[in-house]
């Protein structure tokens, strides 16, 4: 499948943004969908992810309660709902998508094989 990610822009300490993470291509009802974010001078980390089907959320602990990721099958594209942003929350993100084996590896990049192509959050103090 071919992933595209988009919803980036400047938001203001406090604020909310969502991203959107389109896919093409056949069987994304299958996938697993993550979102990863790349600060600058720093390595590539884990956000959320939504499992395939049952829509199964996972999260890291310093976006748990602020971001809800939520998908749309029908519409073949996953949501971020980012809520109370702050100046760290400032990074690339990533969505990610692939029929992991198992589900504990959604946080981990190297599992997934498909990306989108990034877009830019910047939160402003």
């Known amino acids: 499948i071919q992933l595209q990610a988009f919803g980036g822009g400047l938001v203001q300490a406090g604020g909310f943004r969502r991203l959107s993470c389109s896919a093409s291509g056949r069987g994304f009802i299958n996938y697993t969908v993550a979102w990863f974010r790349q600060a600058p001078g720093k390595e590539r980390e884990f956000v959320s992810a939504v499992k395939y089907r049952v829509g199964t959320t996972y999260y890291d602990d310093f976006v748990k309660g602020r971001f809800t990721i939520s998908r749309d099958n029908d519409k073949k594209t996953v949501y971020l709902q980012m809520n109370s942003l702050q100046p760290e929350d400032t990074a690339v993100y990533y969505c990610?998508?692939?029929?992991?084996?198992?589900?504990?590896?959604?946080?981990?990049?190297?599992?997934?094989?498909?990306w989108g192509q990034g877009t830019l959050v910047t939160v402003s103090s």
């Open positions: 990610a998508a692939d029929r992991l084996l198992h589900d504990y590896d959604h946080d981990h990049d190297r599992y997934y094989n498909f």
